[in-house]
Each structure stands twice: as C-alpha cells, then as structure tokens.
C-alpha cells in the first residue's frame, strides 16, 4: 500500500507532463492563429432591442387624426399631381445652371440676372408664401423665408435646397430623351425631365409647396419655419450659401436652429445585405482638399536634357502617390459603422448570417471583427471610400514645345478626407512624399505656407524647386449630427409615419432609419454653427439615386411619385415637431 502512490507517481507524473503539452499547443493555435479571435464572435449574442439603433415609434402630427384628407391628397389626388408636376416642371424650365469660379454679384451682376427670373417664378407660383411669410434676400439672390411661430421657446427649423444646377454640356444635348430645359413629364414612366429635376429643384419646389398648403390652411406654427435657398450650391456656395449662413447666425445665433433638413439620400432598397426598404440620413459628410504641387526646373534645349525633366519627376511623384493608398479606417465617430449596425439589428428577413451580424456588431470594439468588416466595406468600389481619404490625381500640365525642356510642371490632387481623419495630416501626409522624391533628385520644397521645408544638403546643387499650395478652399470633415437624440427620433418616426401608414402600407416590417454619409459635400458645409443637428435627407423612394435620377449628367429626372411622397414628408414633419416634446431635453 505504502508503494502504491510511488508506483503511480512516474505516471502521474507522465499525465502532468501530457497535460502541459497540450495545453501549450493549445495556447500555441489559439495564439498564432485567430481561433481565439473567431471564438469571441461566434460567442456574441445579437440583441433583439439594442441603444445602438433603437427602433423608434411612429409619429403623425395630431392633425392627422383629426382629418388625414390633405395629406393623402398630395399623394393621391390627381388634380393636386397634375399641379404639381406644373409646378416643378415651371421650375426647370427655367435655367439656372451656374459654373465654376463665378464671380460675386456686385462684381458681375449680368452673371446672376437668370436668378431674378425664376424669383419672378417662384412669387407668382407661390404667392402666400410672398404675402405671407417675411422674404429676405441675402446677396441679392440668396432666399430666406421666415415663419414666426408663436412659441419663442422652441428654436426655428430649418428647410434648404439650392437654386442653381450645374451646367447642361452642349454636346450632349442630342442625347437627351426630352430637352433638359422643358421640364416635360413622361406619362409612361412617371417621370419628369430635366436639368434640376433631381438636384434639387424638386426639393425647394416641395418645401415651397408645403408653406403654400400649410398657409393657405390657416395653420399658425407655434416653432418658427426657415427655409433657405442658396444658388451657387453646385460651385461650392462661396457665393450665397456663406452669406446666407452669417446672416442667421447674426440673427438667430450659434445652436439657434431646431433641425436643418437639407438635399440628401432618401429611402432606397437594400440589396446588398437585408433586402428591404431602409431610409438613410445623410449624419455626415467628407472633408475635401486639393493640393497643386508645382515644379519648377531650369529650361534649356531638350537636344542635352537632365536625365529627369520636370515632367518625368512629377510623373515619379504620381506613382509615389497612387502607390500609397491610404489606410481604411473605420472607428465608431463615422456613421457607416452604425449603418452597419441598423441593418445588422434589424434584419427582419433574416438575410444576413449570423456571423457578419456578429462581426459588424463586434466592430466597434473588437480590433479583429474590425478588421474584417473593413475588408467587406473595402472590396465594394462604391463603399470603399466611405471609410477611406481618397486621392485622385486629377489635373496635369507642363511642357510646351517639342525642342524646349519645360520649366514648370504642375499636378493637382484632389482629397476627400474620412471622418477620422483631417485636414492638416493630409497636408502633412502628402508633403512627405515630396520631400521623398525632392531627395532623390536635389531639389527644394516650399511648403504650403510659403517657407522653404527642405533643401539639398551643403555641397549637393540645387537642381529645381517644389512649390506646394492649397489651391481652393478646404473643408474638415463635418461634425456628425446626432441618430439617437429626440430629434433624430422625430425624424425617423415621421419616416415610418408616411412610408409605413401612407406610401407602402403592405409592408410587414418597419422602416428603419440608418444613418450615412455623404461623400460629396452640401451647403451644409456652412451652416454647422447653427445646429449639430443637421441631416442631409430628402426622403422619398429610388430604387438607386444615380441611377434612378442621372443626377448630373443625360435625362437628369425624377419619379413624380417621388416629388410628393417628399411633399407629404415635409407637410407631416412641419407639423409633427410643432411644440416642445420634439425638443432634446
Ligand atoms: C383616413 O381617415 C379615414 C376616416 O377617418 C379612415 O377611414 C382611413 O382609414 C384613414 N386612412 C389612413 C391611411 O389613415
Ligand atoms: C405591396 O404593394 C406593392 C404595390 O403597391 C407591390 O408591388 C408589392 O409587391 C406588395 N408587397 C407585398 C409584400 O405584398
Ligand atoms: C462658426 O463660428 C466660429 C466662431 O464664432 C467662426 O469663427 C466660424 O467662422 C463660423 N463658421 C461658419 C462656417 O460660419
Ligand atoms: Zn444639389
């Protein structure tokens, strides 16, 4: 008895050791692979309610229930849609387009003068708004209408749109289907014709209709109604936008405004992931710069060249550049990540596996999830730079003949910088790929403010100079606005309200609201002092904005269904966020 555990010991002993081993290699494959990775994500559970995307209720304003016959007669009724599509046809065809790098309006009225007609237009069209509302015109053609309300306490929303569109190109004027300036509407496909059909005559001409209604019901706000029009929104609103905007912070303050809905996504149809209809809140927008990077070398005859010529070093810079993407980067401050959320949480066609749910719903904080969400944004062209600062190198020229070396080389890159990111580390960023290829080739870098940031060292010639500049205004990423704030909720329960009571009243599952970003940018650019609230969102139902509306380009339209499911937005939404329980506590 005495010897048994002796005589057991070598084997416990031989088990102990067994043990050990397996649990290194345990340890080892856990480690060196990502099993201990994957572990945590098939170990997730999805919540069936969650903060990160409440799903909120309905909300109608009270006058509905009491009568519901206005609102369904701007969706429904023919006479109100004939007059309608009058209404906004007349809008287009008058042409508004503008260019790029216009000059201010004392500087060159004749520029602007169309703008005075559509004003014509738009007061013979909309005359209770003109005799109704206070109209102010900020740098002569820049439009805002004010509605006070009778409750000083509730701070004013905000209704915008813009004017202009960007120009018809003369030789493309064979390929439209209808003139871009008739404002024709097509009676087969439902769809109205023309140059700002889309962007985004249809949104003024819908805020407009809505005032007009509203008025001529004898409605009495008690939250005050702004609605402001720039018209040099498609050449960056330097014009009218920027003044507009420093005209209501003079008078209203900063934080003064309620919400601002400006042009935006709408509701769409997700077929990538959940296969249903989702509305989409633009909560943010890209930031943007171009850097122009000027070479400037000594000129000579190009019968005894330098072995690299001013073009052939710029052209050494591109490949540096184009070489050097930038990292995708996607945190929880960029509203793609919660867009991903919404529809990972609310998937009621259960479309989506249960592993990406799990990987998305992980993203926010769990680096490996993160990585492989990155990956699935990132293989899609069309999502990639949603999470990514984009460069696109998009203007080059030197060189003038053919027996003379050229002496100035100039390239142009155009940024639009991600959420995270802003920009001063682009600028940082791009400089230090000059003063790589500066080395390489003896040459200075004058950096962007002007003073000089690199040179040859003693003994090296000087062989050429890099001149760095910003060469139009740049613009920060914006701040995101809220998608979880009363605000955000009356947005999103006014959505549910008219699509899910009104519009699609078949449906057997609620439209969620997601937010996302925009990868151009708005006149919003301005008006961030004025509210964090700010959604780029004209909710109404395209299958595929670009391709449903050929913005900006051949047979720009519109489906007219579209127009007066917006008008039917605008109408409830005014009145649904008139008294204080809209309000953020
Ligand atoms: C509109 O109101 C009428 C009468 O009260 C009611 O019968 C109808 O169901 C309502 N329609 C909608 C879409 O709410
Ligand atoms: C709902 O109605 C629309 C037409 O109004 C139809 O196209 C669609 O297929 C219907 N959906 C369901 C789920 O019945
Ligand atoms: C916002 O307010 C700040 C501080 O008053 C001011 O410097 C800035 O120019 C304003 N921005 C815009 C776009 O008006
Ligand atoms: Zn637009």
């Given at each position: 008895?005495?010897?048994?555990?002796?005589?057991?010991?070598?084997?416990?002993?031989?088990?102990?050791?067994?043990?050990?081993?397996?649990?290194?290699?345990?340890?080892?494959?856990?480690?060196?692979?990502?099993?201990?990775?994957?572990?945590?994500?098939?170990?997730?559970?999805?919540?069936?309610?969650?903060s990160i995307c409440p799903l909120y209720d309905r909300i109608a304003p009270e006058s509905y229930?009491?009568?519901?016959?206005?609102?369904?007669?701007?969706?429904?009724?023919?006479?109100?849609?004939?007059?309608?599509?009058?209404?906004?046809?007349?809008?287009?065809?008058?042409?508004?387009?503008?260019?790029?790098?216009?000059?201010?309006?004392?500087?060159?009225?004749?520029?602007?003068?169309?703008?005075?007609?559509?004003?014509?237009?738009?007061?013979?069209?909309?005359?209770?708004?003109?005799?109704?509302?206070?109209?102010?015109?900020?740098?002569?053609?820049?439009?805002?209408?004010?509605?006070?309300?009778?409750?000083?306490?509730?701070?004013?929303?905000?209704?915008?749109?813009?004017?202009?569109?960007?120009?018809?190109?003369?030789?493309?004027?064979?390929?439209?289907?209808?003139?871009?300036?008739?404002?024709?509407?097509?009676?087969?496909s439902k769809f109205i014709y023309g140059r700002g059909a889309a962007d985004c005559k249809n949104?003024?001409?819908?805020?407009?209709?809505?005032?007009?209604?509203?008025?001529?019901?004898?409605?009495?706000?008690?939250?005050?109604?702004?609605?402001?029009?720039?018209?040099?929104?498609?050449?960056?609103?330097?014009?009218?936008?920027?003044?507009?905007?420093?005209?209501?912070?003079?008078?209203?303050?900063?934080?003064?405004?309620?919400?601002?809905?400006?042009?935006?996504?709408?509701?769409?149809?997700?077929?990538?992931?959940?296969?249903?209809?989702?509305?989409?809140?633009?909560?943010?927008?890209?930031?943007?710069?171009?850097?122009?990077?000027?070479?400037?070398?000594?000129?000579?005859?190009?019968?005894?060249?330098?072995?690299?010529?001013?073009?052939?070093?710029?052209?050494?810079?591109?490949?540096?550049?184009?070489?050097?993407?930038?990292?995708?980067?996607?945190?929880?401050?960029?509203?793609?990540?919660?867009?991903?959320?919404?529809?990972?949480?609310?998937?009621?066609?259960?479309?989506?596996?249960?592993?990406?749910?799990?990987?998305?719903?992980?993203?926010?904080?769990?680096?490996?999830?993160?990585?492989?969400?990155?990956?699935?944004?990132?293989?899609?062209?069309?999502?990639?730079?949603?999470?990514?600062?984009?460069?696109?190198?998009?203007?080059?020229?030197?060189?003038?003949?053919?027996?003379?070396?050229?002496?100035?080389?100039?390239?142009?890159?155009?940024?639009?910088?991600?959420?995270?990111?802003?920009?001063?580390?682009?600028?940082?960023?791009?400089?230090?790929?000059?003063?790589?290829?500066?080395?390489?080739?003896?040459?200075?870098?004058?950096?962007?403010?002007?003073?000089?940031?690199?040179?040859?060292?003693?003994?090296?010639?000087?062989l050429g100079e890099f001149h760095v500049s910003v060469s139009s205004n740049p613009l920060q990423?914006?701040?995101?606005?809220?998608?979880?704030?009363?605000?955000?909720?009356?947005?999103?329960?006014?959505?549910?309200?008219?699509?899910?009571?009104?519009?699609?009243?078949?449906?057997?599952?609620?439209?969620?609201?997601?937010?996302?970003?925009?990868?151009?940018?708005?006149?919003?650019?301005?008006?961030?002092?004025?509210?964090?609230?700010?959604?780029?969102?004209?909710?109404?139902?395209?299958?595929?904005?670009?391709?449903?509306?050929?913005?900006?380009?051949?047979?720009?339209?519109?489906?007219?269904?579209?127009?007066?499911?917006?008008?039917?937005?605008?109408?409830?939404?005014?009145?649904?966020?008139?008294?204080?329980?809209?309000?953020?506590?």
């Amino acid at each position: 008895m005495i010897g048994l555990p002796l005589d057991n010991q070598p084997k416990n002993k031989k088990y102990t050791i067994y043990g050990v081993i397996t649990l290194i290699v345990l340890l080892v494959i856990l480690f060196s692979t990502n099993l201990f990775n994957y572990l945590k994500i098939w170990t997730t559970s999805i919540p069936k309610q969650s903060s990160i995307c409440p799903l909120y209720d309905r909300i109608a304003p009270e006058s509905y229930y009491k009568d519901n016959s206005t609102v369904l007669d701007i969706l429904y009724d023919s006479k109100y849609r004939k007059q309608s599509i009058g209404k906004l046809s007349g809008a287009i065809q008058i042409d508004t387009q503008i260019f790029d790098n216009q000059p201010d309006v004392e500087d060159s009225p004749e520029t602007w003068e169309k703008f005075a007609k559509f004003h014509k237009y738009l007061e013979k069209t909309f005359p209770s708004v003109y005799e109704n509302l206070e109209v102010t015109k900020v740098n002569t053609y820049g439009l805002v209408f004010f509605w006070k309300g009778s409750n000083k306490k509730l701070k004013p929303v905000m209704l915008t749109a813009h004017q202009d569109t960007v120009p018809v190109q003369k030789e493309t004027l064979e390929d439209w289907t209808y003139p871009p300036f008739e404002g024709h509407y097509d009676d087969d496909s439902k769809f109205i014709y023309g140059r700002g059909a889309a962007d985004c005559k249809n949104v003024l001409i819908a805020i407009l209709e809505t005032l007009e209604l509203l008025i001529k019901q004898g409605y009495k706000p008690k939250r005050s109604i702004l609605a402001a029009f720039g018209f040099d929104e498609e050449a960056s609103g330097v014009v009218s936008a920027s003044k507009i905007s420093k005209y209501l912070q003079d008078r209203f303050g900063h934080n003064s405004i309620y919400s601002i809905v400006d042009e935006g996504p709408g509701l769409t149809i997700d077929n990538d992931l959940t296969g249903t209809i989702i509305a989409t809140p633009g909560t943010g927008e890209k930031g943007y710069v171009d850097i122009l990077t000027e070479l400037k070398t000594p000129g000579g005859h190009s019968s005894i060249p330098p072995d690299h010529t001013s073009i052939g070093i710029i052209g050494e810079l591109s490949y540096v550049i184009e070489k050097d993407q930038y990292e995708p980067i996607l945190t929880k401050s960029n509203p793609i990540l919660n867009y991903y959320q919404c529809l990972a949480l609310h998937d009621p066609k259960d479309k989506i596996s249960s592993y990406l749910k799990k990987v998305i719903l992980r993203s926010g904080f769990d680096k490996f999830a993160n990585s492989k969400l990155i990956k699935i944004i990132s293989s899609n062209r069309l999502s990639k730079y949603l999470i990514q600062t984009s460069q696109a190198i998009d203007i080059i020229n030197g060189g003038e003949k053919a027996n003379a070396l050229p002496e100035s080389t100039k390239l142009l890159t155009n940024h639009r910088i991600a959420i995270e990111s802003n920009v001063e580390s682009v600028k940082d960023h791009f400089i230090s790929r000059v003063i790589e290829i500066a080395k390489r080739h003896q040459l200075k870098v004058i950096g962007y403010d002007k003073k000089e940031i690199y040179k040859p060292g003693k003994g090296e010639k000087v062989l050429g100079e890099f001149h760095v500049s910003v060469s139009s205004n740049p613009l920060q990423s914006a701040p995101v606005s809220p998608a979880n704030d009363k605000v955000w909720e009356y947005l999103s329960g006014v959505t549910r309200h008219v699509f899910e009571e009104l519009v699609y009243t078949n449906l057997t599952y609620p439209i969620i609201s997601s937010p996302a970003i925009m990868t151009g940018n708005t006149d919003t650019r301005y008006y961030w002092n004025l509210t964090k609230n700010i959604y780029r969102y004209s909710p109404f139902f395209l299958t595929s904005f670009i391709g449903d509306t050929g913005i900006h380009s051949v047979d720009e339209r519109l489906p007219v269904d579209g127009h007066l499911q917006l008008h039917a937005w605008f109408y409830q939404y005014l009145q649904a966020i008139d008294n204080e329980k809209a309000d953020n506590k």
